[in-house]
């Protein structure tokens, strides 16, 4: 080693980057106040994870066409897993528990769409007649109402909209193929849901803990405890959205049907299938149907239609949903809604669907990793959680 102009050994630049008591310098470093250099440490580690999440993503719309199949798969799994997991407790055996899952499943999916295709089949022709009065009505409003226009002025409107589906033809022919793709898309897509959803009712246990050994053995314990506190929530989410949907739907497609509202099957499969999408679902398909109602029905029936759409979320939200389930899964509005909006605009309606439980999960593994709350085997606080799952108090006999 060498040695200094005072005969000090002279370190090397090794020794330099292990020396923690050292700190680089320079001559501005003083004169910086320290806010901006607390918000500069703050910005370059937000930039890099900003980085890492746009990477993410990006990976994940690269790969949609396995990702969404397998987080369908993950949810579907999350929604029959209570009735699968209580057959498994009471001793049947798991491949009769994996077919009564699964086939049910199909069935009840199967007998939908039967209803949707007959009601809809049967009704088609006075729906139509319905909806040419209808056009009519609206015709003769525009004449007679505060726009004053005259028939040649709608007729010249109603030309003008003609041209313009004339031009976009080859655009529309070029969408039917692309449309066509699409069903390829999706029937592959269904298929292998299918294939994934069956892999993780017969083994969902091996391999998840084939996947907890891609990380490091230290890391492997809080990894795994966080992993079941989010799967224990996203259970929770889907047990109280499927008890949502069926609420919502039979409430709303019974009030359609006694109002005289057509395609009433239809609006409550619509809207059992909103329902899965937190608050936004429920205000759109509520809309649709207030809508038919005041198509086919007139200003009336649709206040009326109105009327029953708010009445069934109050109910379901305030009333049937505490009194039915032994916990309540709560949330708080503002995060569904912006969770919602930013999983649509990333995603579109898988992103909306899939941006709630996913939020969900990611708070749950978050606050358990930051927590260290492996280390004493309890629970992440639910002072930390956007998405928590509240106790009903029980009585207690004497």
Same mark, same amino acid.
């Given at each position: 080693?060498?040695?200094?102009?005072?005969?000090?050994?002279?370190?090397?630049?090794?020794?330099? $980057?292990?020396?923690?008591?050292?700190?680089?310098?320079?001559?501005?470093?003083?004169?910086?106040?320290?806010?901006?250099?607390?918000?500069?440490?703050?910005?370059?580690?937000?930039?890099?994870?900003?980085?890492?999440?746009?990477?993410?993503? @990006?990976?994940? /719309?690269?790969?949609?066409?396995?990702?969404?199949?397998?987080?369908?798969?993950?949810?579907?799994?999350?929604?029959?897993?209570?009735?699968?997991? @209580?057959?498994?407790?009471? %001793?049947?055996?798991? @491949?009769?528990?994996?077919?009564?899952?699964?086939?049910?499943?199909?069935?009840?999916?199967?007998?939908?769409?039967?209803?949707?295709? @007959?009601?809809?089949?049967?009704?088609?022709? &006075?729906?139509?007649?319905?909806?040419?009065?209808?056009?009519?009505?609206?015709?003769?409003?525009?004449?007679?109402?505060?726009? *004053?226009?005259?028939?040649?002025?709608?007729?010249?409107?109603?030309?003008?909209?003609?041209? $313009?589906?004339?031009?976009?033809?080859?655009?529309?022919?070029?969408?039917?193929?692309?449309?066509?793709?699409?069903?390829? *898309?999706?029937?592959?897509?269904? $298929?292998?849901?299918?294939?994934?959803?069956?892999?993780?009712?017969?083994?969902?246990?091996?391999?998840?803990?084939?996947?907890?050994?891609?990380?490091?053995?230290?890391? %492997?314990?809080?990894?795994?405890?966080?992993?079941?506190?989010?799967?224990?929530?996203?259970?929770?989410?889907?047990?109280?959205?499927?008890?949502?949907?069926?609420?919502?739907?039979?409430?709303?497609?019974?009030?359609?049907?006694?109002?005289?509202?057509?395609?009433?099957?239809?609006?409550?499969?619509?809207?059992?299938?909103?329902?899965?999408?937190?608050?936004?679902?429920?205000?759109?398909?509520?809309?649709?149907?207030?809508?038919?109602?005041?198509?086919?029905?007139?200003?009336?029936?649709?206040?009326?239609?109105?009327?029953?759409?708010?009445?069934?979320?109050? /109910?379901?939200? *305030?009333?049937?949903?505490?009194?039915?389930?032994?916990?309540?899964?709560?949330? *708080?509005?503002?995060?569904?809604?912006?969770?919602?909006?930013?999983?649509?605009?990333?995603?579109?309606?898988?992103?909306?669907?899939?941006?709630?439980?996913?939020?969900?999960?990611?708070?749950?593994?978050?606050?358990?990793?930051?927590?260290?709350?492996?280390?004493?085997?309890?629970?992440?606080? &639910?002072?930390? $959680?956007?998405?928590?799952?509240?106790?009903?108090? %029980?009585?207690?006999?004497?």
């Amino acid at each position: 080693m060498s040695s200094g102009p005072d005969n000090q050994p002279r370190s090397s630049l090794f020794d330099a $980057l292990r020396d923690r008591n050292r700190v680089v310098t320079s001559e501005l470093s003083g004169t910086i106040p320290r806010g901006l250099r607390v918000a500069t440490a703050y910005a370059w580690r937000f930039l890099v994870v900003a980085a890492a999440v746009g990477v993410a993503i @990006w990976l994940v /719309i690269q790969l949609k066409l396995l990702v969404i199949p397998l987080l369908i798969s993950i949810l579907v799994t999350a929604l029959l897993w209570p009735a699968f997991a @209580w057959m498994l407790r009471h %001793r049947v055996p798991r @491949w009769l528990a994996i077919a009564i899952s699964v086939l049910g499943t199909l069935a009840i999916v199967a007998g939908l769409l039967w209803l949707v295709i @007959w009601q809809v089949t049967r009704e088609w022709s &006075s729906v139509q007649t319905r909806t040419v009065e209808a056009l009519e009505q609206f015709r003769q409003y525009l004449i007679d109402g505060p726009l *004053h226009l005259t028939a040649s002025q709608i007729d010249d409107l109603l030309g003008q909209s003609l041209t $313009l589906v004339q031009e976009q033809a080859e655009l529309l022919l070029s969408g039917a193929l692309a449309l066509g793709t699409t069903l390829g *898309h999706v029937a592959v897509g269904a $298929l292998l849901s299918l294939f994934i959803l069956l892999c993780l009712l017969a083994d969902g246990g091996g391999i998840w803990r084939w996947t907890t050994r891609l990380f490091p053995q230290r890391a %492997r314990p809080a990894v795994d405890g966080a992993a079941r506190a989010g799967w224990v929530m996203v259970v929770n989410y889907s047990r109280t959205q499927l008890l949502v949907a069926t609420i919502d739907a039979v409430g709303i497609g019974l009030g359609a049907f006694l109002l005289g509202v057509p395609l009433a099957i239809p609006v409550a499969v619509l809207v059992f299938l909103g329902a899965f999408v937190p608050i936004v679902g429920a205000v759109v398909t509520g809309a649709l149907a207030v809508f038919l109602a005041l198509v086919y029905n007139g200003a009336w029936i649709a206040l009326w239609m109105l009327v029953v759409v708010l009445a069934v979320q109050q /109910i379901e939200g *305030h009333v049937l949903q505490p009194l039915l389930m032994g916990s309540a899964v709560k949330v *708080h509005p503002l995060a569904v809604v912006l969770v919602v909006a930013g999983g649509a605009l990333i995603a579109g309606i898988p992103g909306a669907l899939f941006a709630v439980p996913l939020a969900a999960f990611v708070n749950v593994f978050a606050v358990y990793i930051t927590g260290r709350t492996w280390e004493g085997g309890g629970r992440a606080s &639910s002072r930390d $959680l956007i998405w928590t799952t509240v106790p009903r108090p %029980r009585k207690v006999r004497s």
